[in-house]
């Protein structure tokens, strides 16, 4: 043990930030060869203190989660080059191939920096949250063991809601939100200001069974401004449906083609026919529909919010630029660097929006700049240079 224990430390001490958490490149966030996946919640829990969920999960079944260490640390801001080592009292597991967790931690005006360590490669990665935000989240949704830690859950989950307030109320809409409108647009597609309530739906035990498609915000008091939001879908993140194939073809396809597409509805023939019409032959067409719907799926795993991944402006730029070369993130903003396949390179930037809905929603800063590689791109994915 004590062997162990000075390993561990002596890896630690290798890894040392060094940097500000601003300067680091979290690419790796929207990376789908990392080797595990991360979450880190942070709810609402009394007044003066917060409650943090995270779960980490490896994406190789053959790994090993002992290999994994989780360290936590805070900084003054993300421009301290140094943070301070925490040892919170927690609830903690080690499962065959996961960790859960679950700590509380007092308000203040701090950034938490959880870094993920590998024993065997002596690498780390950081992952961070202010510790106060304007809009927290009421508590944490599981799904079993498995925290719902990108927003949405399949249609027939057993949910649990874990939190202090006893008393909850689940608000169900129904409404289909637009995706977003291209990086070079003048402005977005509006949204209503207000969403109507499709049904109100009494949660007893902390447990609920969502029975239809749509959004969800689970709230003790509803005229709060802080809830808990999550999608649910009966084909999602990975599209399986051919009707739910057709509407992320929206950034890539011409008027005239996108009309065909939802003309044809269900008819896989016609819906086949225009897409090798789109990129010239057969072959073309499934490297095509592979590689696109990779992109659209992992947009709805990284980037879900109020409404699915890829209609949102993250998840949007993902689809059409694919994974970012850099990835910088602040309190307010994560700007987004790609050396293109044009040899030329190109920033987004991303401000924070917080809602009721989503503490973490973003939404990009749109430039008339963007117009040109933005069609050249779009040209090459149509071309299936991607």
């Keep these: 043990m004590k062997h162990t224990l000075l390993f561990y430390l002596l890896i630690c001490g290798s890894l040392v930030l060094g940097q500000p958490l601003q300067n680091i490149n979290y690419n790796y966030h929207y990376d789908p060869s990392l080797p595990f996946s991360f979450a880190m919640k942070v709810a609402h829990y009394s007044k003066d203190s917060l409650s943090v969920s995270y779960q980490l999960t490896l994406s190789d079944s053959s790994a090993r989660i002992e290999d994994y260490q989780i360290s936590w640390e805070q900084y003054s801001s993300v421009s301290s080059k140094e943070g301070l080592l925490i040892y919170p009292a927690h609830n903690f597991q080690r499962l065959k191939g996961r960790i859960n967790g679950l700590f509380k931690l007092a308000v203040t005006d701090d950034v938490l920096a959880a870094k993920i360590i590998s024993l ?210 602040f309190y307010d903003r994560e700007v987004w660097e790609y050396n293109t396949l044009l040899n030329e390179k190109i920033s987004f930037t991303f401000v924070r929006s917080s809602s009721i809905f989503d503490p973490d929603n973003f939404v990009l800063v749109r430039k008339k700049s963007y117009t040109d590689p933005w069609l050249q791109t779009v040209d090459l994915i149509r071309y299936t240079r991607f």
């Design 120 to 329: 065997s490669t002596k690498t780390a990665w950081y992952y961070f949250k202010p510790i106060q935000l304007n809009t927290y989240n009421e508590g944490h949704v599981y799904a079993g063991q498995k925290l719902v830690d990108q927003g949405y859950a399949s249609l027939g989950s057993r949910l649990q809601f874990k939190a202090v307030t006893p008393t909850f109320k689940a608000l169900y809409y129904s409404e289909n939100f637009p995706p977003a409108t291209p990086a070079f647009a003048e402005a977005q597609t509006p949204v209503s200001a207000t969403l109507s309530i499709d049904s109100v739906i009494n949660i007893s035990g902390n447990e609920i069974q969502p029975t239809a498609n749509g959004l969800y915000l689970i709230q003790s008091d509803t005229s709060a401004a802080r809830g808990t939001a999550f999608l649910i879908s009966d084909d999602y993140p990975k599209f399986r449906k051919l009707e739910n194939l057709i509407d992320p073809l929206t950034y890539i396809t011409t008027k005239n083609e996108f009309d065909r597409l939802k003309n044809a509805k269900s008819d896989k023939k016609t819906f086949d026919k225009i897409i090798i019409g789109i990129t010239g032959n057969t072959e073309r067409a499934k490297y095509f529909m592979k590689n696109y719907y990779r992109r659209v799926e992992l947009a709805n795993r990284y980037f879900t919010s109020y409404k699915e991944g890829w209609k949102t402006d993250r998840g949007m730029i993902y689809i059409i630029f694919g994974l970012p070369t850099y990835v910088y993130k």
